[in-house]
């Protein structure tokens, strides 16, 4: 079955401090890859898409992330994070050819400390 | 501001009372959602109207009902519901695969409690 798996639920991290969040994937085709941002209290919000090309993508606020087909893997990046990233993040990926529907992760909910 | 709109932003709600979700959008896109948000659960997608076909997750309970008269607008009717589907409901739009887009743009979604 295609699934999306973000393996940590909660993490925190300082500010400044580098970030990265871990995003797996299972499909049989390399499918369309997403991260998106959610606020308290707001819907979701489109931080970067991977269709095919480049394996590093770069997105909105400072984040990037990176495609890893021998790990299944698209984990987000920042370099510095803000207080103002504290959020919720998820993962999402559609299969190529096979409608429009996206499958979620459960979400990383990342604090950051003064 | 997305382009896509939801109302009411909150709201509260008896078990015996009828209520409809409303979202609006302005994008253009051909496809639209519904998904369901509970604390400590992944996104649940409820319904999706695409180029006016319907598809459904058969877990939904029918006491959910969707309604889409356009492609601008998507509703969601709510009769005899209960405590666990006290939820944030989110709306998202999109284009269908063949127009080449394929990320959705969310609305910011109606936070419901049954009580």
């Known amino acids: 079955a295609q699934s999306v798996t973000q393996p940590d639920i909660h993490i925190t991290v300082s500010e400044g401090a580098s970030l990265e969040l871990r995003c797996n994937y299972s499909?049989?085709?390399?499918?369309?890859l997403f991260w998106y941002v959610q606020s308290p209290g707001q819907g979701l919000q489109l931080l970067l898409k991977?269709?095919?090309?480049?394996?590093l993508v770069q997105g909105i606020k400072g984040f990037e992330a990176e495609f890893k087909r021998s790990q299944s893997s698209f984990n987000l990046r920042k370099p510095s994070v803000h207080w103002s990233d504290a959020a919720e993040y998820f993962c999402a990926a559609r299969a190529p050819n096979a409608g429009n529907m996206l499958t979620f992760g459960g979400g990383t909910r990342l604090m950051v400390k003064p | 501001e997305t382009g896509v709109t939801q109302t009411p932003r909150h709201l509260v709600m008896g078990m015996t009372n009828k209520k409809s979700l409303k979202c609006e959008q302005h994008l253009g896109h051909n496809a639209m959602y519904w998904y369901k948000q509970s604390a400590k659960k992944p996104l649940e997608l409820m319904f999706v109207y695409s180029l006016e076909e319907r598809v459904e997750n058969n877990s939904v309970p029918s006491r959910f009902s969707p309604e889409c008269p356009n492609s601008s607008h998507l509703f969601l009717h709510l009769h005899t519901l209960q405590p666990e589907d006290s939820a944030l409901y989110l709306c998202?739009?999109?284009?269908?695969?063949?127009?080449?887009?394929?990320?959705?743009?969310f609305g910011s979604g109606t936070r419901l409690t049954v009580v």
């Open positions: 998202a739009s999109s284009h269908t695969p063949a127009r080449g887009t394929y990320g959705y743009t």
């Open positions: 991977y269709f095919s090309g480049d394996t």
């Open positions: 499909y049989g085709a390399t499918p369309y």
